[in-house]
């Protein structure tokens, strides 16, 4: 048994470090969570969003999103057609809880880990809100189409940014590196 913990001692350190950052992000989201009524929006998705409003405003677009009372989620509106319901899901927190996990199971040096991990969350909450964006543009012009869109693509595109992300971390700037 022994042995075996010398041999596989690198992919269990992973492994324990994966899970424990998991655990530890999650239950501090969950709190989070639980501090706002089950029939309310999170601050997080009321951003998210925000943001996804001001994104369309830079284009002249015709977008708005209508909060209904006591109700946790927020009605999205692409040329005056309701398009999506916004849910606690779509704010992107739970992909990047994956992505630092992922990242400190991994790690380098502790600066370049962290400003990788800010970096890498900034930039995959923005690619969020340019993905809820693009999914409701693509409802719009593409109604028949809701499922393979928001059940494939869109998830597809934010997960495939955040496994590049991934790679580039563990091949330029992880201790695995060299």
């Known amino acids: ?43 997080i998705t009321r951003l998210v969003t925000k943001n996804t ?54 790690s380098g040096k502790f600066k370049t880990t962290l400003l990788f991990i800010l970096g890498g969350s900034v930039f995959v909450y923005i690619l969020n809100v340019i993905r809820i964006a693009l999914l409701c543009m693509a409802l719009y012009w593409f109604p028949e189409q809701r499922e393979l869109l928001h059940e494939i693509v869109f998830p597809l595109f934010i997960y495939g940014v955040v496994f590049i992300l991934w790679v580039i971390w563990v091949n330029k700037f992880s201790l695995y590196a060299k």
Do not use: W
């Open 1 to 43: 048994m022994k042995k075996y913990l010398i041999l596989y001692r690198p992919f269990l350190i992973f492994l324990a470090k994966f899970f424990l950052t998991y655990l530890v992000l999650s239950l501090i989201y969950h709190a989070y969570l639980s501090s706002f009524n089950e029939q309310a929006v999170d601050g």
């Open 53 to 106: 409003a001001q994104f369309f405003s830079l284009f002249n677009v015709d977008f708005y999103a209508k909060e209904i009372s006591n109700a946790s989620y927020l009605m999205l509106y692409y040329n005056q057609q309701l398009m999506a319901r916004m849910i606690e899901g779509c704010n992107a927190i739970s992909v990047i809880i994956l992505f630092v996990s992922f990242v400190v199971s991994f």
